[in-house]
């Protein structure tokens, strides 16, 4: 599972259209960024995905499996798991119990704790913290701790929403290091929101750029970072799709 496919999808708040005629498809163990400028609907398209914002238009499936209509907690048997900007950390849950929270919906309750224990060798600090209050972790540990908590539903895509967001450029290296690790540890897809087009193509990766809810670019990220077209989608006028 794991091959996610949207297609024409639109998503509007009210009257105010945040995402119109989107379509991409992400192939199993690819990692892809979203990026674009304030306002362009990265979040409104991760949230669609995992359907915490409902479509007006189009369909958006995993492996086959129409996603549109279901629940939050629907897809997540689906195998996708969110980690939310702000990460949603509870602060005065201890860590131990934040990362127990990503496990409710799983079927296989016997894995837990194995995988409880391969959370604390991938990030140690959280080990060494699991008893303390999540509130008390540094903004880089909490960015772990979701992202922890995420693995522990035992996704076969994960969506990130601006993993880098208020946390150091070194503390974000750290995070990106993670990430892929885990990604090339599992097989995992991954597909994240970074609104800086630079970290992406440091980190290597496919890129779907948005701009006023529309797709305006999808290709390679380090190629983007060369190309007048990122110019476009943050400051410009052409409104025009094009592969870099
Ligand atoms: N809950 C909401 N109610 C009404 N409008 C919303 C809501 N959430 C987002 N919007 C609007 O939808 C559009 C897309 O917003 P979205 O948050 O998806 O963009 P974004 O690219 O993630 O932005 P940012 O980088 O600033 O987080 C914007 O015009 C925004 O004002």
Known sequence: MSKLGVFDVAVR???????????FTVEEGERLFISGPNGAGKSSLLKAICGAAPTSHGRIEVDGD?????????IARLGLTMVPEGREIFGTLSVEENLRVGTGIRRDKSAIETDIAEVYQSFPILGERRHSNAGALSGGQQQMLAIGRGLLTNPKLMLVDEPSLGLAPNIVDQVYETLVNLQKDRGLTLIIVEQSSARAARVGGRMVLLRGGKVVGDGDAAKFAESDLLNEAYFGQDNSKETA
């Open 13 to 23: 708040y009210g009257k105010v259209p945040a995402l119109s005629d989107v379509s």
């Open 66 to 74: 129409v996603l549109n209509g279901r629940s939050p907690e629907a």
